[in-house]
């Protein structure tokens, strides 16, 4: 089944789908920018970061679009754009602009909105929020992600991460550039917690994000907690799992399925939640960066990229054993000072980042074109 769903995706990927490679002309101004997307969708972190990063630097003074190469209408792309981010700055535009757009920018933000950059007018660029490749098993689709890296678009990673996975695997002719990874601290405030109380308690919840796709090691993450679960219960510790990220109708194992959830239940969920567990396998997304900021102690995995983002001893690092994160789990249960100890290191860093920064940072990229 898995084989025949991918090719029909690649089937549905090669028509759309330019191999060349691009000579790319430096812009004589920088002005219009214009953000390239598949369609605007809810609850989506992806676009909610390109949001972002087009308002800041609508803030700056850049006249900024977000158009999608999809069917979609103007009024369900700014209902979507605002469920996801309620003040974003800029305009969107339908598929019916994309040949008469004229940006002196224009931004790639998937390796399959690429190939539809390159027939636009302006500077390519091609904004990197994850190595896209390995979304894919070793194959067509694979390949096809990869090689969009070395068809000479200006490419700017959010993170050192997918820079240096470019670097090290493809055969680039184009400048990779990046900016910090941030994250929105007005929407996800510190909730002050007693960890000391960890110690007496006897209930637990654990807010556990989950994706389908293997990235977010669906069944691994499951397969672990619940055996945790089990661990636990025979010490009279009852630990209540939580997941969130995934419509309702995927069947979650040992706990409940909230399925999407709004900022607004997200930060619900955090304040009321004791632990966090996210698997970040690839880049790292916002949930570890918003579990954090609300003082929320998190579970990662020591072969994903979150050691590569945060300072050590921000989080629970735990292995593939559900053994480890058991005693680990217990461990800073029974002594809270471990907990203070990880809030006090990831506060610490979080307070280095903002989107304001990140988004002068990429303003800075394109004010060296023009120099």
């Known amino acids: 089944l898995q084989s025949m769903v991918e090719k029909r995706q690649v089937k549905e990927r090669l028509d759309p789908y330019d191999p060349s490679v691009i000579v790319n002309e430096k812009p004589d101004k920088i002005k219009k920018i214009t953000f390239v997307i598949e369609r605007m969708a ?8 390109i949001l972002r990063l087009g308002t800041e630097l609508s803030k700056l003074g850049y006249d900024v679009g977000y158009a999608v190469y999809k069917t979609q209408t103007k009024s369900d792309m700014e209902e979507c754009a605002a469920t996801n981010l309620s003040n974003y700055q800029g305009t969107m535009y339908t598929n019916k602009h994309l040949e008469k757009l004229n940006s002196d920018i224009v931004i790639a933000s998937s390796w399959d ?12 660029m091609y904004f990197l929020q994850d190595y896209e490749p390995y979304f894919y098993s070793f194959g067509e689709l694979f390949l096809m992600a990869k090689k969009t890296y070395e068809q000479g678009l200006h490419m700017v990673s959010l993170g050192r991460w997918n820079k240096e996975m470019v670097e090290k695997n493809c055969k680039i002719v184009s400048p990779v550039d990046f900016i910090e990874f941030p994250y929105e601290s007005k929407e996800y405030p510190h909730h002050k917690r007693d960890y ?22 669906p069944s691994i993450t499951q ?43 997200l930060l619900s969920l955090y304040r009321k939640a004791d632990f966090g567990m996210v698997a970040s396998m690839s880049n790292i997304s916002l949930v570890p ?33 559900y053994e480890d994160l058991h005693r680990k789990l ?37 004010e060296r074109l023009l120099s």
């Open 223 to 265: 397969y672990l907690l619940k055996h945790v679960k089990e661990e636990f219960e025979k010490e009279g510790i009852h630990l209540h799992l939580k997941y969130f990220g995934e419509d309702k109708s995927f069947h979650c194992e040992a706990g409940t399925n909230l399925g999407m959830l709004s900022k607004k239940q």
């Open 330 to 366: 217990k461990a800073a249960i029974e002594d809270p000072s471990i907990l203070q100890d990880m809030h006090d290191t990831s506060q610490a860093y979080l307070q280095t980042l903002s989107w304001a920064k990140s988004g002068k940072q990429f303003s800075d990229i394109l």
């Open 42 to 49: 809810k609850y989506n972190g992806g676009q909610t970061s």
């Open 113 to 124: 909105t690429v190939s539809q950059v390159k027939k636009m007018k302006g500077y390519k």
């Open 289 to 321: 960066y918003e579990m954090l900021a609300t003082g929320l102690p998190l579970i990662e995995f020591e072969d994903g990229t979150f050691p590569y983002f945060f300072p050590e001893n921000s989080a629970i690092l735990t292995s593939l054993s």
């Open 196 to 217: 000391s109380a960890y110690a007496h308690k006897k209930d637990f919840v654990v807010a556990v994000y989950l994706k389908y796709y293997g990235k977010r090691l």
